[in-house]
């Protein structure tokens, strides 16, 4: 599973939208009753490409099934989300 890049977000501080490309990781597998669930976690922390205001994402995914996105959590510091993250499954 990854994330459709680019990620969209707005500088809180200059209103700027940025670009992000992040990658997701898988951090962690558990058997279930249907088979595996898997952990995954994307991380950005940098400056705006406009104003240099600290930006930091990091969004969580859960996979259960695998191959179906279960869950997913962002978290922002000094940005907004433009538009939500798309998931894409790798061949």
Same mark, same amino acid.
């Given at each position: 599973? $990854?994330?459709?890049?680019?990620?969209?977000?707005?500088?809180?501080?200059?209103?700027? !939208? $940025?670009?992000?490309?992040?990658? +997701?990781?898988?951090?962690?597998?558990?058997?279930?009753?249907?088979?595996?669930?898997?952990?995954? +976690?994307?991380?950005? =922390? =940098?400056?705006?490409?406009?104003?240099? $205001?600290? %930006?930091? /994402?990091? %969004? !969580?995914?859960? !996979?259960?099934?695998?191959?179906? /996105? =279960?869950?997913?959590? /962002?978290? +922002? !510091?000094?940005?907004?989300?433009?538009?939500?993250? /798309?998931?894409?499954?790798?061949?």
């Amino acid at each position: 599973m $990854n994330i459709k890049t680019p990620y969209k977000v707005k500088c809180l501080s200059c209103g700027s !939208e $940025n670009l992000i490309a992040m990658e +997701l990781e898988c951090t962690g597998s558990y058997e279930r009753t249907i088979g595996l669930e898997l952990e995954h +976690l994307a991380t950005f =922390d =940098d400056c705006c490409s406009s104003c240099g $205001n600290p %930006i930091a /994402v990091q %969004i !969580e995914l859960w !996979e259960y099934p695998e191959g179906t /996105v =279960d869950a997913y959590a /962002v978290r +922002l !510091e000094g940005a907004e989300e433009i538009e939500k993250p /798309v998931f894409i499954q790798e061949i």
